[in-house]
């Protein structure tokens, strides 16, 4: 399978809804193009999305000493 260029999906996904925002990331400005092509199912990532930031919470959440009670 090729890979597209830059202005292959550029021209592809044209008509698709886009947003833009600006970041400033270490004093260098920053500017993200999102194209929204309606490939994910929103219920998925969503789920995804929650038991990702759940289970990061459970596995590093720092462990009490007993000294500190």
Do not use: W
Not at 24 to 47: A, P
Not at 55 to 63: G, M, Q, R, Y
Request: charged fraction near 35%.
């Amino acid at each position: 399978m090729k890979q597209k260029t830059m202005q292959e999906l550029n021209e592809q996904y044209k008509d698709c809804p886009q947003r833009e925002n600006e970041y400033t990331v270490c004093g260098q400005k920053m500017i993200v193009v999102s194209h929204f092509i309606g490939d994910k199912d929103l219920d998925d990532e969503l789920y995804r999305l929650a038991f990702d930031r759940a289970l990061n919470e459970v596995l590093n959440k720092p462990i009490r000493s007993c000294e500190s009670v």
